[in-house]
């Protein structure tokens, strides 16, 4: 999947979030997206980088401490926190969190600069353009509705002023060549089609500095500049891991919305050229959802706190959700409803009372460790081949749905067998074998989708000599209203 040769190391990034917000049901996604499959690559013994983070230097970020009040490096420091406590309660396993203002970031940053003007790219030129705060992008006239940007509905600024560019016209060639050698570059393949057909029009180059700001990291030798925020953020990647380890070892995979798929797919990996650097492995590029069907964002105020998601269902039923339900690649709607609809059918109904029926017996009755009957293990192997096949294709729905089938499966098994009947004793103690066996590859399947319930389930069936001792865990998913 991944295009480097990784001795087993995996690492793995989501974007660095702006601080002017609070994390929401979108960025959630994006980042249960990586959280998964980082957990999925650990899974398969590999050692993983799984990093995440704010950013911090973005103009809009003294525009927002200015609204509350606070000190700009106060108000980051808050913010920072809000976003590392809500990953934690939504129990993401990243192993980094990186901030855009820290000392090791605006080291490699300068590092990095340095290169880029080494290699030629960088020049000084006067700039005029339409600014747009919400994007901290300049915006092309025929892109505005009314004189505004059609996203964060407010008028960009006329920005005329000296800037640092960045040759990136020079590397259109260079990365069409790249994309043609590299066919998984970007996933899925439709964004990639979006890409190379951006790039092959035609590549202006871009400027990469802004004049006399209090707030950013300043351009090496010309403090009176300071860096785009863009040309800083994507820089974390490497900061996180340093140079010398990125050279040998780049990110394999950033996880990313189709939003800032051109930063990561264009401009990143000219950069990393200029900088004489290796390129990732792979971006991939998640839909934008929408809440009961209207855009989310920050300004238009409906966003869904995900931690209030949480705090009801839980972590794993909202990861199940939005990675069953939502195509990766194709744009997504999250409503309550449909949240409400699929727990109860498939995790309260599903996954719930298969593991209680199976386990409320088990945990009364001997069962010594045999052999599974042949359709159980034709029946688990397939599920784990299915899972690792659409794994590898970014299918987290089909993934979910072979687990799916398979619980299926032994439910059906559950009533024609009518466990609850069986007087026999070894009888019994068989079919409890295969059902046990059964939830076991089902849990170790879930591992990366649903880890708290794998971990449960995990811990409520234990081997030791020869038999299986069950503990049956409280009720998974309690049916809700
Ligand atoms: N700071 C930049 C990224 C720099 S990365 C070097 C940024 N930040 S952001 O806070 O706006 O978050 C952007 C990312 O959040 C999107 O690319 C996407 O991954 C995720 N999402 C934001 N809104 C989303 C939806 N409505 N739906 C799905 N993902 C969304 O851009």
Request: hydrophobic share 40%; glycine share 6%; aromatic share 10%.
């Amino acid at each position: 999947m991944d295009n480097n040769d990784n001795h087993g190391e995996f690492y793995i990034t989501t974007p660095i979030y702006y601080v002017n917000g609070v994390p929401h049901i979108g960025t959630a996604y994006t980042t249960i997206v990586a959280d998964t499959l980082a957990r999925w690559r650990a899974a398969q013994g590999e050692s993983v980088v799984f990093s995440t983070g704010v950013d911090e230097n973005a103009q809009k970020t003294v525009d927002a401490a200015a609204k509350t009040g606070e000190e700009p490096h106060a108000y980051v420091d808050r913010m920072a926190d809000i976003w590392t406590s809500a990953w934690q309660k939504m129990g993401i396993s990243y192993t980094d969190f990186i901030r855009t203002t820290e000392e090791r970031h605006i080291e490699t940053v300068n590092d990095f600069w340095g290169r880029m003007d080494a290699a030629g790219d960088l020049y000084k030129g006067t700039y005029q353009g339409l600014y747009c705060k919400g994007h901290e992008a300049f915006m092309k006239e025929e892109e505005l509705v009314d004189g505004l940007c059609p996203e964060h509905k407010t008028e960009p600024e006329l920005v005329t002023e000296e800037n640092y560019f960045f040759r990136l016209s020079d590397y259109q060639q260079k990365l069409l060549d790249f994309y043609e050698t590299h066919q998984d570059f970007v996933a899925p393949a439709h964004r990639f089609q979006e890409v190379k057909s951006f790039v092959e029009q035609r590549l202006e180059d871009i400027s990469f500095s802004r004049e006399k700001k209090e707030w950013g990291i300043p351009v090496p030798n010309d403090p009176h500049q300071v860096i785009y925020v863009w040309a800083d953020a994507l820089v974390n990647y490497i900061s996180v891991v340093g140079i010398e380890r990125w050279e040998e070892h780049p990110a394999d995979m950033h996880a990313v919305g189709k939003d800032i798929l051109r930063f990561h797919a264009v401009i990143w990996p000219a950069m990393l050229m200029s900088a004489g650097l290796p390129l990732p492995g792979q971006i991939i590029a998640n839909g934008f959802l929408t809440v009961n069907g209207t855009k989310i964002s920050k300004s238009l105020g409906n966003a869904i706190d995900p931690l209030d998601l949480v705090a009801r269902y839980g972590n794993d039923a909202v990861r199940y959700f939005l990675l069953r339900e939502v195509p990766y690649g194709e744009d997504g709607d999250f409503s309550e409803a449909k949240m409400k609809e699929r727990y109860n059918a498939d995790l309260a109904n599903g996954l719930g009372n298969f593991t209680a029926r199976v386990l409320t017996i088990a945990e009364k009755t001997s069962v010594p460790d045999g052999k599974l009957d042949d359709e159980f293990a034709t029946t688990i192997r397939a599920m784990q081949k299915t899972v690792t096949a659409k794994m590898g294709q970014l299918k987290f729905g089909d993934a979910l749905a072979a687990i799916w089938t398979a619980i299926t499966f032994g439910d059906r098994y559950v009533n024609e067998k009518k466990i609850w009947e069986i007087k026999d004793k070894d009888e019994l103690a068989k079919v409890l074998f295969n059902l046990i066996s059964l939830l076991e590859a089902v849990s170790r399947e879930l591992v990366p989708f649903m880890p708290e319930t794998a971990r449960a389930l995990a811990a409520a069936v234990v081997h030791k000599d020869g038999s299986i001792i069950v503990k049956k865990p409280g009720i998974l998913f309690p049916r809700v209203k």
